[in-house]
């Protein structure tokens, strides 16, 4: 890399506003700010860091904004510049520990900014041989989860393309790039007036900013033993999946239409008997599949992971057997843990199960994640 032609970018000053449930229900709506200014390089260096910066607390360690199987971080990132004030037009790589841009390809008849994201597999099929293949995408769905709400939180619309629909320009320039492109997000002013929003249907008496919760997110294993408020589970299930307007649902859909549902394995949740639910997107009720407490059978099928016994409840992402359905739960997943951190619950992906034993105890769909939520025993903030 040719670090003379590096731009070292500002750090990171977490904004105390907007509230995550502010920004997540105006993405649902399209009602991010209206804009029409053009992208400065702050508002690009907060997209960045969202989607792959190292959290202030893990400097050394770089532990990035969104999860990775085995912290193996196979995501390579990339910036498209056109028009903008300052920036070379061309594609500039993100070094998450440098902070920094670095131009590796000039040109000047790309006509859109936004962001690549590009996936090195071996880094983390290396580890986990073919069930990486899952991984990787999953976390493709993390980094566009974050990259979406920041920019809507910034006014901006960001519309997400699969390798599939990728311009034929960008995937030529691939060669020069590491990794394959997984993801293309371009980032256009927004120039609409939205659709008509329902409430949140639950009161929310202390929450985080949507950058607060970017920069806090970490994974929990380790959970008090004490049951978890029906609020606060409303909070979680409402902001990762609800469809506030008609239709559409806190995070874009893949191709035009939603595939993934979530389930919920009950043990200790105030008001509501044990069982496994199933979370109806549309309405926002619980619906019952099953009676009893399967904590531990989900444990036992999520390899013994401990931690999944012991959460007062565990969310089941399931979907179908498309690999979109992939891309999906990582969507879902990372609204999962933004909004858990939000309120100080913990959570963490678990990707590590036998498909089958999972799919027996929720008995639909095809499982994707396993999220264990409850209070940490060690406080997020
Ligand atoms: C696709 C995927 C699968 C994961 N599977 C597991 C798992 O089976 N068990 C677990 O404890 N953590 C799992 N994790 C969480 C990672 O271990 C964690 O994100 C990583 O160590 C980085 O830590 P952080 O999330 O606190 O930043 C998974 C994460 C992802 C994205």
């Not at 209206?34 to 770089?62: A, M, V």
């Not at 979530?262 to 200790?268: K, M």
Request: neutral net charge.
């Amino acid at each position: 890399m040719d670090y003379k032609r590096e731009i070292k970018l500002l750090s990171i000053e977490p904004r105390n506003k907007p509230r995550l449930s502010e920004v997540l229900v105006k993405l649902a709506c399209a009602k991010c700010k209206y804009k029409e200014k053009i992208l400065s390089l702050n508002e690009i260096t907060r997209i960045l860091f969202s989607i792959q910066g190292c959290r202030p607390s893990s400097w050394l360690s770089c532990f990035r904004t969104i999860p990775s199987a085995g912290a193996t971080y196979p995501l390579e990132i990339y910036f498209i510049s056109s028009g903008i004030e300052g920036l070379e037009e061309g594609i500039y790589s993100y070094n998450p520990k440098r902070h920094s841009l670095t131009l590796v390809y000039s040109d000047s008849s790309l006509d859109f900014s936004g962001v690549l994201v590009n996936a090195v597999y071996e880094r983390t099929t290396g580890y986990y041989g073919s069930r990486g293949y899952m991984y990787v995408r999953e976390e493709v769905g993390h980094a566009i989860q974050n990259a979406v709400v920041t920019s809507c939180s910034l006014g901006f619309k960001a519309d997400v393309y699969l390798s599939e629909s990728i311009p034929g320009k960008i995937l030529e320039l691939n060669n020069m790039l590491k990794g394959v492109s997984e993801a293309l997000i371009i980032l256009e002013p927004y120039n609409g007036e939205g659709k008509e929003l329902r409430e949140l249907p639950i009161s929310i008496k202390r929450e985080l900013s949507l950058d607060e919760a970017i920069i806090k997110r970490k994974s929990v294993r380790s959970y008090e033993r004490k049951p978890l408020s029906l609020n606060d589970l409303n909070y979680v299930t409402y902001l990762s999946i609800y469809e506030f307007c008609e239709g559409t649902r806190t995070y874009p859909e893949l191709n035009s239409r939603y595939r993934d549902n979530i389930i919920l394995v009950v043990g200790e949740v105030d008001s509501i008997d044990n069982g496994i639910y199933i979370f109806r997107s549309d309405t926002g009720e619980f619906e019952v599949l099953s009676r009893g407490d399967y904590r531990r059978e989900l444990m036992k099928a999520s390899l013994s992971q401990r931690w999944v016994g012991e959460a007062p409840v565990s969310i089941v992402i399931v979907g179908e057997g498309d690999i979109r359905s992939e891309y999906e739960a990582g969507m879902i997943g990372q609204n999962i843990y933004l909004s858990a951190t939000a309120i100080g619950l913990g959570t963490v992906a678990i990707g590590a199960f036998y498909d089958n034993m999972v799919r027996e105890i929720v008995g639909v769909g095809r499982p994707l994640y396993v999220m264990p939520l409850g209070y940490p025993r060690k406080k997020l903030f």
